[in-house]
């Protein structure tokens, strides 16, 4: 059983268009994250959910709006999308948020943008 | 959260042990050592952690340091799947951003036949 999952693996799509990705994990976890690697190999953290309430956003412009419809998916909407979008997006979920933990990550989305 | 410092790259032979290095000097008290691995094309995956006292799991060993300015991971028997980047991450265990992993550039190990 897949412990966390993202839809699509790979995304192709115009620059201007909206795209969704989307992230469940059926560990029981109670917190849900979005990390960026860009094309330098470097991982970022976006967002952090905890139990459905944002508790960590970076600098990322607002075109990027996570959705935590339940405590199991995390999605990520991104609007209006630029090449500079382009990178692999990670989703990952934690037992508890602030406890010495592991985070569980997901295979990854690789977007590109045209 | 606190920096780290790894080689860019390390070479070890199958079957052998591979010790990778982290420098933390910047370490503070209630600061976690977390080391994760990212094998190519796939998600971070978590390897062991520890706050002072030496740790060991199925997949490795981690030593720190007493002062706590430095660990290091011990793949005992590293196998060709072990080659990845491998990241040494310092983090906080209380509120806030202190929830999030910060990763550095890693340490590319490449295990040789």
């Known amino acids: 059983d897949t412990a966390v999952s993202q839809t699509p693996k790979y995304l192709v799509t115009q620059m201007g268009n909206d795209k969704s990705i989307k992230c469940e994990q059926n560990?029981?976890?109670?917190?849900m994250y979005w990390y960026k690697q860009d094309s330098k190999k470097f991982l970022k953290i976006m967002f952090s959910?905890?139990?459905?309430?944002?508790?960590i956003n970076e600098t990322v412009p607002n075109r990027f709006s996570p959705k935590s419809p339940d405590k199991a998916h995390l999605n990520l909407h991104i609007n209006s999308l630029e090449l500079g979008d382009s990178a692999v997006y990670f989703c990952?979920?934690?037992?508890?948020?602030?406890?010495?933990?592991?985070?569980?990550f997901g295979p990854g989305t690789r977007l590109t943008v045209l | 959260d606190a920096k780290t410092t790894q080689p860019t790259s390390m070479d070890c032979a199958e079957g052998r042990a591979a010790n990778l290095p982290c420098n933390h000097s910047?370490?503070?008290?209630?600061?976690?050592v977390y080391w994760y691995r990212q094998i190519h094309s796939q998600g971070p995956q978590y390897i062991i952690h520890?706050?002072?006292n030496n740790e060991t799991n199925e997949m490795a060993s981690l030593i720190i340091t007493e002062d706590r300015k430095s660990s290091t991971l011990i793949l005992p028997h590293a196998t060709l799947r072990d080659t990845a980047v491998y990241y040494c991450?310092?983090?906080?265990?209380?509120?806030?951003?202190?929830?999030?992993?910060?990763f550095g550039k890693g340490t590319l190990l490449t295990v040789n036949p």
């Open positions: 990952a979920s934690s037992p508890l948020a602030g406890v010495p933990n592991e985070q569980f």
């Open positions: 560990l029981g976890h109670d917190t």
């Open positions: 959910y905890n139990n459905k309430e944002l508790i």
């Open positions: 910047t370490i503070s008290g209630n600061e976690y």
């Open positions: 520890g706050l002072k």
């Open positions: 991450i310092v983090r906080g265990n209380s509120g806030g951003s202190n929830y999030k992993l910060t």
